[in-house]
């Protein structure tokens, strides 16, 4: 039915190709990956230089006809082709022109999962200009289709040179009623939402080494887990690792939304806890830890081996919701003992399995090229690099889809420099699909977009609130918090 | 057609102002811009009210690449605008018809009144947006008087101008509400009232109303499209426009002066314009040196700096770029004026701003120089410029994919052709990078020590150091190591660093400039063998040795080098030499 709908002006000359068995290149790569019943058209172009080309796309029935390099399909049709292929192959064939003849090149198909993944993806844009925020933009895509829209951006509240830094967006339990932001700097705080209620938060309090850092909002209660941290930055000035960020010290803190009571969760003065992310149950936190090395004199005259020798361990602490009660840490991923730092750690909604990101050393992986996603099977403790979807570049922040089927993660794989989202899918044996690059309207976008994607999380709906709406609670009277002795 | 003569050499005068004046503020106004012919740039522009003055400025700005034809440009829009505010303004066959190019003699003084703020642009297109808003403020009120003036179309026009075209043109939608407004014979407080509301109006909605301009502060809705944000700290830069704007109203009162007081008054604002033209022979120095480096024309560099008597800190790094670039870095960085000339600009920033990018991408600091491009382009606006250094950058790290991308961006402008090609060449074939003249230097400077970090200190600071380490690795890094032991006059590095390296490369060539150090390093350490050793190795530079004889007995005869007329009296005696900055130079000025 649907062939032949956008093929009038072609013609058919095309079906009498020649096959060959070179294959097309296309941008973005999205051959032989699997991708959910509900993405967006993976609208891609043909590299290879022809006078004109034809791409088939085809399915169970019915098939996609489009004609010229640019390949841009109807999300209509799209939708179409995906839905009655769920749990199957669709089929791609590119035809190219040269010298007057078609040829056939290798088809390749995209596999079509039938688990959905979650509609919506929020990150942070941002140019990787380490201290600058000339523009620096929450956004929230609809990854079903191409809508884009501000949570919040940087501009709006203050001039161009008095910007905020915007960071740390986190949600509870993939749901947007209640969600957080830091803003740093002018008008800073955290940004707390509960339903219709917005609220500023000075955070920083008693002997807290600072204001809140990385948070993970409790899956059923009002709690946010923060870490607090004393970070530090340096800058390369040559080679490929471009800058070396790392906490002088750190410690994990709960902070009650409803009360506005922070207590520590680990406080040790020879061991730095960050990162920390709530288990699906809540009945776990995890994080990343790593010891104070001793470096005696060498501290201050050698700043890069204290950096390098920085390495972290993911860790795990009960927590009981009835009493708000942690009980014991308990290792999770030794990284250091193989002369590696594991940071970031991710559990699965269903908890069987968590992401980590390691590398080399220290706890800020995105300007780290070592940087790779591992694997840990909660079940057998065992770890392993999650081959499947590392580069050679630094791959680093991700999120689970709430089905536990989908990965969302940043990579620097296309330049080394401008982070993107990718999408990769986990079956339920524990191996992920080959990733591909979260699609674009116009893929050249990832091209001439000079601004790194970053923190991408999943909701299951839409944010309700407007940057406007936001902008009011920024310029709100702070709330300050209270510390309280843990329970 | 009555007015052609003086219309022809009105246009004439603005060309050849800017085109002999100008022409490094044009090329740079082009590099420091972008235009990219993709819908997405097109949506950016236009997220802010009077987003389309920016994008066809932007589009615009791509002519100055040729100075000459950027200069055309705005002579003709100038004359162009001169023409509608004497058809608009009903001048023409009036006596007073004169008074026509004050909008264009006012925006002509915009553009060459401009100063180092140039650096700190963040909308694109500034050179030809606001000619472009008072030619749409002139179209409009031209159609208001054709068709609407005393009709009853009249009011429901002037509410409605900012409306519709606030979004295009920002806040010269409501001065061409206001123009209509104040230009009625009938209801002229009524349509003046009902514009202010109008204005008001549309400011309230854009402010206030979600989904409504949501990435703009509301303080810039009142002066979108003007370029407000760019002198927000050098608000007297805007006085130009400002008096542009509001002449169109002070014509309108004197529309009956007569002929000789109108050309009386075109005459003032002339000389005006001449007065008050921003002659600073430093700023033109800087923005030539920036364009020959661009261009890797040393000489030019070199020549740009032999005339500078009293140079700023930008172009004394410059020339030392230069310098090195030609091999000379310590043979002639002394013999140089050095310079400490403050930037003359009423705007606030730091050197960076204005040679980062270029300094630290020539000193083999890849990164530095990619950060210091990207922390300006994010805070202000992203430009060809930038993009062309960080694609350099990226050559020289071997980001080979990175700097086609940034290769690919500069490929959207026009006129960027021969550089897309060159680079675009390099980056296909990376091998040629350790052989081609431009990055081989560079290339050798890279292989200091590469974990170095950056510390916050000046950028003159930040380079010298870089190479303040004492082991002996290439002849370029060499260079600089002696050019920054000199430069801190400190005589054991210096002596330490000549000794190793006669040690490794025996016999190697000693600059003058080194060999001036030496020779007065070893006589002021009281270690006679030193003396001797440095004898020996300047065996080749007898004249050097017979010339600090004679500077040592002129400085034996001096009590206070600090005394009125010491310094000239050595200048004009032996000229500048390393001796001479040793003893009256103080460091800060390099």
Known sequence: ?487 | MKYWKTDLGFAGACMALLCVFKSELLYHMEQYSLFIYSREFFCECMEQPGGLLQYLGAFLTQFCHFPWLGAALLAALLWLLAFLTRKAMRLEGTESWALSFLPSLMLLLFITRLDYSVYLMTAYGLLFSQILGLVAVMVMHLTYMTWAEGKKAGLPVICLAPVIFFPLIGAYAFIAALMMAVSSRNNKIAGVGAALVACAAVLLFCSYIPGVYERIHRRYLLFAGLPYLDFEDNLVALIPVGTALATPFLIMFARRLPLKPSIAVLALVAALVCGLTNWDRNFKAVLGMEKACLEQDWERVLDIARKSENPTRAQVIYRNIALYQKGRLTEEMFTYPDGCEPFRTGAQFPLSYVCAAPALHYCGMSLSSDRLAMETSSTYSKNIYFYKYQAKNALVRGEYDLARKYIGIVSQNWFQGSWVKRYKALADDPEALPTDDEFAPTLALTQVNSDRFDTVEPLEVMIFRRFSDQDYVNEQIYEWQMACYMMWKDPSNVMYCLFQRERLKPGSHITEGIAEAAVLFANTSGDASMVQQVAEMLSGHQATLKRFNSFSNAMNMVKDPAAPGIRERFISQSGRSYWFYSVFNEMVAL
């Not at chain 1, 800058?243 to 730095?272: K, Q, R």
């Not at chain 1, 730092?341 to 968590?354: I, M």
């Not at chain 1, 401008?418 to 979260?438: E, N, Q, V, W």
């Open chain 1, 1 to 487: 039915m649907i062939a032949g709908m956008m093929i009038s002006c072609t013609g058919n000359a095309y079906k009498n190709a020649e096959r060959t068995s070179s294959t097309a290149h296309i941008y973005p790569d999205y051959a032989e990956t699997v991708v959910p019943v509900n993405i967006a058209p993976l609208n891609f172009d043909i590299l290879d230089s022809s006078q004109s080309s034809v791409v088939e796309v085809s399915g169970k029935s019915g098939k996609l006809v489009l004609k010229g390099p640019r390949v841009r399909i109807p999300i209509r049709k799209w939708k179409r082709i995906l839905q009655e292929n769920a749990g199957g192959d669709i089929h791609v064939k590119i035809f190219l022109k040269e010298n007057g003849k078609w040829t056939a090149c290798e088809p390749f198909t995209i596999g079509v999962a039938e688990e959905e993944i979650d509609g919506y993806l929020t990150y942070r844009l941002i140019e990787p200009g380490y201290s600058s925020y000339g523009f620096l933009t929450l956004r929230q895509r609809d990854i079903r289709s191409f809508e884009e829209r501000d949570l919040y951006n940087n501009n709006l509240i203050k001039g161009r040179m008095e910007g905020q830094c915007i960071n740390c967006h986190s949600f509870q339990n993939y749901r947007t009623d209640n969600f957080q932001f830091h803003a740093r700097h002018n008008e800073g705080g955290t940004m707390v939402f509960t339903g219709k209620e917005g609220k500023r938060l000075d955070f920083k309090t008693g002997d807290l080494l600072s204001g809140a850092v990385y948070p993970s909002w409790h899956p059923q209660q009002n709690l946010i887990a923060y870490s607090v941290n004393t970070t530090l930055q340096l800058f390369y000035s040559h080679g490929i690792q471009k800058t070396e960020v790392y906490d002088g010290s750190s410690d994990l803190v709960l902070y009650d939304v409803e009360s506005n009571d922070v207590s520590y969760i680990v406080h040790d003065s020879l061991s730095m806890e960050t990162f920390p992310y709530w288990s699906a149950d809540g009945k776990t936190l995890y994080y990343a830890a790593a010891y104070l090395p001793d470096f005696g004199a060498d501290a201050s005259s050698d700043t890069k081996l204290m950096t390098d020798s920085i390495r972290y361990n993911i860790w795990s602490i009960g927590f009981d919701p009835s009493t708000r009660r942690f009980g014991t840490p308990e290792l999770i991923f030794d990284a250091v003992s193989d002369s590696l730092s594991a940071v970031t750690p991710r559990p699965s909604p269903d908890g069987r399995y968590l992401l980590s990101g390691v590398g080399d050393h220290g706890s800020f992986h995105i300007w780290n090229e070592s940087s790779d996603i591992y694997l840990t099977d909660l079940q057998s403790g065992e770890t392993r690099p999650l081959d499947e979807i590392n580069s050679e570049r630094a791959d680093s922040f991700k999120s689970w889809s709430s089905n536990s089927r989908w990965i969302a993660f940043t990579s620097r794989r296309e330049d080394g420099n401008y982070s993107r989202i990718y999408i990769a899918y986990f079956g339920k044996d524990g191996k992920a699909g080959k990733p591909f690059l979260l699609p674009q309207k116009d893929p050249q976008q990832n091209k001439r977009f000079f601004r790194s994607y970053n923190v991408p999380e999943f909701t299951v709906e839409k944010i309700k609130w407007t940057p406007k709406q936001i902008e009011k609670v920024v310029l709100s009277e702070p709330v300050h918090t209270r510390q309280v002795d843990p329970r």
